[in-house]
């Protein structure tokens, strides 16, 4: 019984990953096009930053549909979700906010401190999950001799 529950919840959740995929990678070709369409923007507006701004923006948000798109697919192979996926994408949120802001001349001191406390947490945290996982094969291996040796 038990088991049937088990592979059920698996399927929906399998299910449920496919579908914000799906959506992500749609969302993803959509802000694609809309990049190339608003290229022609460049041209007709006297001033140089009004549209870089958009395009700076829309391009750092693809960044992080990428991000995300890549820990969802990940699942699929892996079957759960990878910490250094989703502190990637948190990192490139970060960063993303910081950029416009500054670009913007918009930022406070205080937000450029916070900020930067919080890319600095999340690089921590990605560069421990990074030696866990790399502590983990390491013992994996070593039982994985113990028992061919055996």
């Known amino acids: 019984?038990?088991?049937?529950?088990?592979?059920?919840?698996?399927?929906?959740?399998?299910?449920?990953?496919?579908v914000i995929l799906?959506?992500?990678i749609i969302g993803i070709l959509i802000g694609t096009a809309k990049l190339f369409l608003n290229l022609g923007g460049l041209l007709s507006v006297p001033e140089i930053t009004?549209?870089?701004?958009?395009?700076i923006t829309d391009v750092l948000s693809l960044f992080i549909l990428v991000e995300l798109s890549r820990s969802l697919a990940?699942?699929?192979?892996?079957?759960?979700?990878?910490?250094?996926?989703?502190?990637?994408?948190?990192i490139v949120f970060a960063l993303r906010e910081i950029?416009?802001?500054l670009f913007?001349?918009?930022i406070m001191p205080s937000e450029i401190y916070a900020m930067s406390a919080l890319i600095l947490v999340l690089g921590i945290l990605r560069t421990a999950t990074i030696l866990v996982f790399q502590h983990e094969k390491k013992i994996l291996k070593q039982v994985d001799n113990k028992e061919s040796a055996s």
Do not use: C, P, W
């Open 1 to 18: 019984m038990q088991d049937k529950i088990h592979q059920l919840f698996s399927r929906l959740t399998s299910f449920v990953f496919a």
């Open 22 to 24: 799906g959506f992500l």
């Open 50 to 55: 009004g549209t870089y701004k958009l395009i």
């Open 74 to 90: 990940d699942y699929f192979e892996h079957q759960r979700l990878q910490l250094t996926f989703i502190l990637d994408a948190g």
């Open 99 to 101: 950029m416009i802001k």
């Open 104 to 106: 913007n001349h918009e």
